[in-house]
């Protein structure tokens, strides 16, 4: 998907917590591209709305987000922590909920200010199975 954004020349900000090497593939692909990225850890969810802004700080709008984190312990339930269920749950639902609600309130304002959005930025962010 990211390669595919990057082809047609789009803004792609990427955030996670391992993200160099894609940035690093991305960019081979398409050298002319503007790919920016931020590391972020889905997993401390007291951090993200904060970094979300920071990113608005940097890049005016948001027009898509493409929510691709996702972890899992695949145990059985009488050996998993309480934490790695905790985490499961910070990275699956509460930081897709998160980041999903600071974007889609900045869009509906922008939505409202601007009958049409003139530019297209995209947001991916990505984490690595346990």
Known sequence: MCERIVKNNNKLII?????KSLTQKLKLINSKSSIYSYVIDLCDI???E??????????NTIDVVINN???GYFSPILTIDLSQIQKVMNVNFIACYLISKVVLKRMTKTKKQN???KSRLFIIYKEILL
């Not at 955030?15 to 993200?19: E, L, R, S, Y």
């Not at 904060?50 to 890049?59: A, C, D, F, S, T």
């Open 69 to 71: 984190a996702g972890i």
């Open 46 to 48: 007291s951090t993200i």
């Open 50 to 59: 904060k970094k979300i802004e920071e990113i608005y700080q940097n890049h």
């Open 115 to 117: 009958s049409r959005l």
């Open 15 to 19: 955030i996670g917590k391992k993200i």
